[in-house]
């Protein structure tokens, strides 16, 4: 070998297995075969960490081979000149790479405690369960990429804009752990798919809203208030539609068909212009043999029992925030079923939309508003009547008017 130069693979497998001299022998590139007075021998990697020398082990000669040691030191210089610690990632190698699933269910448990409703809790692996893990859950967490998340994201990503969002926040969740935990290097891909994803078109909220898992409570907490019947039987007729509360204080007996359970509210009323027909569950029914028998000789379903006309539009809220102390207005429920529904069921996003009376866009309106899927929402309002209300509800048999 000619002065001065490095050696470059100086060693070889025939040399390595006869040397019995106690030194250090350079194969090149920082890599020697130190041979101890004890007679073992092992493999140490010289080279430059972030500006000082740094000696690193990798191995006796029996478990890594010539060639072997020659890749670790390879990959392990590379690093070093990339401005890398090659023992910081000796490191996390050194540690078992959990599965995507693991990681969330260890993210999970770190966050139950800060839960106060078990529901929450169980709401929030529950998204991942369904739309993450059947794709990517035996996956180490490691090699999750952008491409991953958005095969996740894609197909609900416009169909259920709210649980596609959460899913999102709870993926990148998992991602964050991963990275503290020196299972993960690199940039987040949940904030690269979400840039390959169209825009999301939400209705602006400007209501306060009460979380969906509240809504069974406070159905209960309703029907034991102290406010007045009518006023309680109107605010739960709101809650069993998805009304606004304007449809619900000018409804009349006329606009209601009970043969086929239906509320049409007409194009006048609406605010969208548009004559809007309402599906009624068992609930909804029962509530309205109520309000009949409070108001026999009524037009209007929910009069003031005083002076026979619509209650005041601040009626229902007063109910909500002064007799049950709560804070989300009367238009924030509407958002409480939306969001029931995006989370909690399989209804396409339209179904939901129409339920709501909000206007569907235009290019997908010629193929739903010819039959106004009020079958489709027929089946939606019957989940969400049994979900709030409970199931089995009573059915008052009443003749009302004749809508529908």
Same mark, same amino acid.
């Given at each position: ?49 972030? =500006? ?60 139950? #405690? ?8 169980? /709401?929030?692996? !529950? ?41 999102? /926040? ?15 290097? $690199? ?23 009460? %979380? ?74 029962? @509530? ?15 009069? !003031? /029992?005083?002076? =026979?006309? #619509? ?9 909500? /925030?002064?007799?049950? =102390? @709560? ?18 069921? !399989?209804? #396409? !996003? ?7 009376? %909000? ?32 199931? $089995? ?7 009302? $008017?004749?809508?529908?």
């Amino acid at each position: 070998m000619a002065k001065g130069k490095h050696p470059v693979n100086a060693l070889t497998a025939m040399q390595i297995s006869k040397m019995s001299a106690p030194g250090r022998y350079a194969d090149g590139g920082g890599l020697h075969l130190v041979l101890d007075k004890s007679g073992a021998k092992r493999w140490v990697l010289r080279t430059v960490v972030r =500006g000082r020398r740094r000696d690193m082990g990798l191995g006796g000669v029996r478990t890594v081979s010539l060639a072997q040691a020659r890749l670790t030191a390879q990959r392990y210089r590379a690093i070093a000149r990339s401005g890398g610690d090659p023992l910081e990632e000796r490191r996390r190698e050194s540690k078992a790479i959990p599965t995507f699933e693991k990681a969330a269910i260890t993210v999970h448990a770190g966050f139950v #405690p800060s839960w106060k409703n078990p529901k929450h809790a169980a /709401q929030w692996i !529950n998204t991942l369960k369904r739309y993450a893990f059947p794709l990517i859950g035996s996956r180490p967490v490691s090699q999750i990429t952008p491409a991953d998340v958005l095969r996740i994201l894609s197909p609900i990503w416009t169909e259920k804009p709210v649980t596609a969002k959460r899913l999102s /926040q709870r993926i990148s969740a998992v991602i964050r752990w991963a990275r503290a935990s020196e299972f993960y290097t $690199g940039d987040d891909p949940v904030e690269a798919a979400l840039a390959g994803l169209p825009r999301q078109k939400h209705e602006v909220q400007h209501h306060e809203s009460l %979380h969906f898992d509240h809504m069974p409570e406070l159905i209960r907490q309703l029907r034991a208030c102290s406010a007045k019947p009518e006023s309680k039987l109107a605010l739960e007729f709101l809650i069993l539609t998805a009304a606004r509360t304007i449809e619900v204080l000018g409804a009349k007996w006329d606009e209601v068909g009970s043969k086929k359970r239906l509320w049409v509210v007409p194009a006048s009323r609406m605010k969208i212009k548009e004559t809007h027909r309402v599906p009624l569950t068992s609930h909804a029914m029962d @509530l309205l043999g109520q309000a009949r028998a409070l108001s026999p000789e009524s037009e209007f379903i929910f009069p !003031n /029992q005083t002076t =026979g006309k #619509p209650l005041s539009y601040n009626t229902l809220l007063f109910v909500l /925030q002064r007799r049950m =102390g @709560l804070s989300a207005t009367v238009h924030g429920l509407r958002s409480s079923f939306k969001d029931w529904a995006s989370e909690t069921t !399989n209804f #396409p !996003n339209e179904v939901s939309e129409m339920a709501l009376s %909000h206007k569907i866009p235009s290019r997908v309106e010629g193929a739903y508003r010819r039959g106004d899927l009020l079958e489709k929402r027929r089946h939606l309002m019957a989940a969400w009547s049994d979900y709030v209300c409970g199931a $089995g509800g009573q059915v008052v048999a009443v003749e009302f $008017g004749s809508g529908g």
